[in-house]
């Protein structure tokens, strides 16, 4: 019997996008629930063909299953794949090898693994944040913890924007084939993100904001630079961000975010800036 539940997710044209009202939007770019007990969601997207999903495991080990989308016997016969854990303490098992993952550590599997996740107490379960992309070569299993990640501490409290960048994945560190992966947690009083805003029309991205309280909500910012929209999301929500689209945001407080990447290149610093002054 099969823990995993899927959707697919195709992809969107600005125009298109630009006549959507708010409940069209949030259909097309908010992803549904992540993290559900003793379940594996995935979401397919027709962007760069990421897979954006949460697995939860409570009592017992989840095993990574294919979906029909990937077209494949084993989902990551031709992906690879990262866990970032926001939960408790857990495991990921990758061609048996297991590999302790604790709260904020990521785990990455290369193209052909089979994975299993574990929470090591089913009282404070694992929350493992899952992103996957097409790869075209088997690259090794790593571990990296939040402490090993390179960091970057950027913007200021006059701007509402004091910030630290973890980047797990990145040209100079732990090799993929396309995933880039990062986390950014905001200082206490700071709430904006990723302002100045950028696009990077090479490469899609996914957000998934967390570290907030149940009232808390961060405003996201999309769109077209001078065709912004907004959706509002709550703690542990996702959301896909095209090529073609801003992806800023501000919270009623603090909070934490993961971005992924996958696309035509894995340099972190391809951007294409847009200065505030040209928003609308």
Not at 141 to 156: F, M, P, Q, T
Request: glycine share 6%; with cysteine.
């Amino acid at each position: 019997m099969t823990h995993t539940d899927y959707t697919i997710r195709f992809a969107v044209d600005p125009k298109s996008a630009a006549r959507y009202d708010t409940a069209e939007l949030r259909e097309q770019f908010l992803l549904p629930q992540l993290f559900v007990p003793q379940r594996i969601k995935l979401h397919y997207t027709h962007y760069d063909r990421m897979i954006v999903g949460g697995a939860m495991p409570i009592s017992r080990p989840l095993q990574l299953e294919t979906i029909k989308p990937a077209g494949t016997n084993d989902l990551l016969a031709r992906r690879e794949l990262v866990a970032v854990n926001i939960g408790g303490a857990g495991f990921v098992t990758v061609d048996g090898e297991r590999i302790r993952a604790e709260p904020r550590d990521m785990v990455y599997a290369g193209m052909g693994s089979s994975v299993v996740f574990e929470s090591a107490s089913p009282e404070t379960p694992a929350k493992f944040y899952l992103l996957s992309a097409p790869a075209h070569a088997r690259l090794p299993a790593r571990h990296i913890g939040v402490d090993k990640a390179k960091r970057i501490d950027l913007g200021s409290p006059a701007t509402s924007n004091e910030r630290t960048i973890f980047q797990f994945i990145h040209p100079e560190g732990a090799s993929t084939c396309q995933l880039v992966v990062g986390m950014t947690t905001l200082a206490a009083g700071s709430t904006w993100n990723t302002m100045p805003c950028h696009i990077h029309d090479r490469r899609m991205e996914a957000y998934l904001y967390f570290d907030l309280a149940e009232n808390a909500r961060v405003f996201h910012l999309m769109g077209e630079p001078q065709e912004t929209r907004h959706l509002i999301l709550k703690n542990e929500e996702a959301i896909v961000s095209p090529g073609w689209s801003i992806h800023s945001g501000v919270g009623t407080s603090s909070y934490s975010f993961i971005w992924a990447m996958a696309g035509d290149n894995v340099d972190y610093t391809d951007v294409d800036l847009v200065a505030i002054e040209d928003l609308r």
